[in-house]
C-alpha cells in the first residue's frame, strides 16, 4: 500500500514586488516496499504569477527511490507592503483524498519613501533665484 508524505516549507521576507522565486520541496511514498505512488501537484496560491513545478507529478515512486525534490518556481505579487500566505496541495492521483499540503509564506517590503527637504524643494520651485542668491552671498563676503 503506497503512502504521500511531503517535507518542506516554502518562505521569503524582504521580496521586491513582481520578483522571480524559486524554492524547493519533497514528496515520497512513504508506504510499504514494493508499493508504488502516483502523486501531483493539485492546488496552488492564487497569489503571484507563473506558477510551474519540476517535477509537477510522479509515476510509480516507490519507498526504495526516497525522497523526490520538487522545484517551485514563480513571480512575487506586485503588492506592496503585505504578507502573502497559502498552500501547495499534492495529491495521490489514485486516491484525491489522500493529500499533503506544503505551506507557503511571502512578504513585501515597504516601499522606500523620499525624504521631504523643504529647503530643497524651494531652491526647486524656485530656481531662477539662484544667481540672485549667488550675487548676494558674493557680495556679502566682500
Known amino acids: 500500500i503506497p503512502n ?6 516554502l518562505s521569503w521576507t524582504g521580496i521586491p ?11 515520497s511514498n512513504c508506504g510499504n516496499e514494493g508499493s508504488e505512488l502516483d502523486w501531483e501537484v493539485a492546488e496552488y496560491p492564487e497569489w503571484g504569477t507563473g506558477w510551474t513545478f519540476n517535477p509537477a ?7 526504495e527511490q526516497g525522497w523526490q525534490t520538487v522545484t517551485v518556481d514563480f513571480i512575487a505579487p506586485t503588492e506592496k507592503n503585505k504578507e ?10 489514485n486516491i484525491p483524498s489522500e493529500f499533503c499540503e506544503i505551506s507557503i509564506y511571502l512578504k513585501t517590503p515597504k516601499s522606500k519613501q523620499s525624504i521631504e527637504n ?4 524651494f531652491l526647486q520651485r ?8 549667488q550675487q548676494i552671498l558674493e557680495r556679502l563676503g566682500q
Request: hydrophobic letters at 35%; a negative charge; proline letters at 9%.
Open 126 to 133: 524656485h530656481q531662477n533665484l539662484l544667481p540672485l542668491i
Open 118 to 121: 523643504p529647503f530643497l524643494n
Open 17 to 27: 514586488p513582481g520578483e522571480s522565486m524559486s524554492g524547493t520541496f519533497e514528496v
Open 84 to 93: 502573502f500566505t497559502g498552500t501547495i496541495k499534492v495529491i495521490n492521483s
Open 4 to 9: 504521500l508524505c511531503c517535507q518542506g516549507e
Open 57 to 63: 507529478s510522479g509515476i510509480g515512486l516507490t519507498p
